[in-house]
């Protein structure tokens, strides 16, 4: 959520202007708990940790988890920490889907939610999405099946995790963000229309180097977990569907979507946000930065943070 480029985190965290204190959420007056999620590769239980009474990583034998798997695992640290009741639960994206769950699963135990650039089911086009981000990491040769851990260095499903990573940011930033930062212009150095040896377009340089960045730091079993765990959310599962869910969340929510997000269109947070539970309607934040719109506009969202934890402190 916060904090300095280290091992692990190539780059600073992602609200800074957010969480500390003074701010939206003041950590001078809340204590803030934010959990690795289960499926994870960097603090929670993950393909790539060691399975119990072994000395091999769980690989292949991980079970296959949901998002509310991972809430309940939450549920499961709070009851840990002494934590009875949280003020407030904040997310957007997979933050957001956790959110709602917590909302709608355990109501006497959050004060209020906020439900940010998300679902409430995921969607043909995200399961589409998302599915050939999978194909493309379990099709590397260096995938075997999913127990590649223990191989030599270099030899596990990184062409593959690459190729994953490129084809999601590109739903992550909205088009025309895209145009107006590259459009066809050619990386330095390098001619993309040359007939032999073509180099590459400045896009393909910027999306090459976020593929890099993710392979080096991310688990592709965790990336797979994670990403079909996208694909399994339903907020309705085992609550008589997703609209019987929303009638009859208790919680209040804040919920929030950018107006220029592909991979959570606007009107995946209207369906949210028609729920009794949701406070004052959809928030729409305007962006040009697709998706990631969530992450980057900061004085946007600042509201929307003192406005969920005013209401759950009621």
Known sequence: MVGEAGEGHPTPGWWPELVGPGKALDTDRFFVVAANVLGGCQGSTGPASRRPGSAQPWGSAFPRITVGDQVAAEVRLADALGIARFVAVLGGSMG??????????????VGAALVLATCAASTADQIGAQSAQITAVVSDPGWHGGDYHDLPAGQGPHTGLGLARRLAHLSYRSGAELQERFGRTAQPGEDPLAPVHPGRFAVQSYLDHHAAKLVHRFDAGSYVALTDALNTWDVGL????????????RTPMVVAAVDSDRLYPVADSARTAASPAAVGGLRVISSTAGHDGFLV????????????????SR
């Open 297 to 312: 506009e900061a004085e946007q969202i600042a509201p929307l943070v003192r406005e969920v934890l005013t209401l759950g």
């Open 238 to 249: 085992g609550r008589g569907g997703t609209d019987a869910a929303l009638a009859a969340a």
């Open 96 to 109: 957001g889907m956790r959110s709602l769950e917590w909302a709608v699963a355990q109501p006497d135990r």
